[in-house]
């Protein structure tokens, strides 16, 4: 009987590091074009007729940008700590939310060119690290034991020696698990 072979992609570990990079690329580049010009309104001054013009950024029409770099960033603690099942759902939150800077861009009236391309490409990002998470996020590696609590570092580290040890004492070694 052969044991079933590990579909074909990059290694768990490295796959990881993808998904945290891509959710801070995707953070950085959500919070930067929040300071990208959306779209430039004139007008009059009342009273004199002198022309104005302000710019308005990006942060201002679509306010939800910066709160979705915040999710991102939260993004790589959840893909660091979760496991297996809270971190699929996690990534399936995440390519949704990281639609919504996407569509929009694209559905938004107005908006400068390179401001709407910089929000759907960070959007983008993070709804591909969010899809690697949902399809992939279970055979992720976790946090090593060295976060563990101090009583279940003690317990696993257990030799087979101590094991058989206990049980020459008359102590159950598997108690307490």
Partial sequence: MTEPQEPPGPPPRR?????????????????????????????????????????????????????????????????LALGPVPRRVAGALLAAAGLVPVWQAVAGTGGAVPARLAVAVAGLVMAAAGGVLLIRGARLPRMGARYAAPGAAKESARTDDDLWQALSEGEDPTAGR
């Fill in 15 to 79: 796959l990881l590091w993808t998904v945290v990079g891509l959710l801070v690329l995707s953070a950085a580049g959500l919070w930067g074009s929040s300071y990208l010009t959306w779209s430039t309104s004139t007008g009059t001054v009342p009273g004199t007729g002198a022309a104005t013009s302000a710019d308005v950024p990006v942060s201002a029409a679509l306010p939800s940008v910066v709160p979705l770099a915040v999710l991102a960033l939260a993004g790589v603690a959840g893909v």
